[in-house]
């Protein structure tokens, strides 16, 4: 059975950094596009990042951009989200998920990871 799986996740203070990576079984990262999600209690689950197939095109939510940066390592089947400057505003569970076709929206990919909590206490 396809699966993906997150690590990284951890408490990090306001204005730290974290590393989330993403890796697939059974599943090769270079055939898909790959987002990185986020929930937060009692929110929707929202778009954070994606990349295409090759890297070569990377989309953000306005409120990461410049403060994370997604990125693939096809040889690795790997997907990691640098995460900096972290506020108390983006803790929720990160989610890593893919999607046959590029797109920010969740019912767009079809196998997700079982999520990894990241706090960022003020």
């Known amino acids: 059975q396809v699966q993906v799986e997150e690590s990284g996740g951890g408490l990090v203070q306001a204005g730290g950094s974290l590393r989330l990576s993403c890796a697939a079984s059974r599943r090769t990262f270079s055939n898909f596009f790959t987002g990185w999600f986020r929930q937060a209690p009692g929110k929707e689950r929202e778009f954070v990042a994606g990349i295409s197939r090759s890297g070569g095109t990377r989309y953000y939510a306005d409120s990461v951009k410049g403060r994370f940066t997604i990125s693939r390592d096809n040889a690795k089947n790997t997907v990691n989200l640098e995460m900096n400057s972290l506020k108390p505003e983006d803790t929720a569970v990160y989610f890593c998920?893919?999607?046959?076709?590029?797109?920010?929206?969740?019912?767009?990919?079809?196998?997700w990871g079982q999520g990894t909590q990241v706090t960022v206490s003020s």
């Open positions: 998920a893919t999607s046959p076709v590029s797109g920010t929206q969740a019912p767009m990919y079809d196998v």
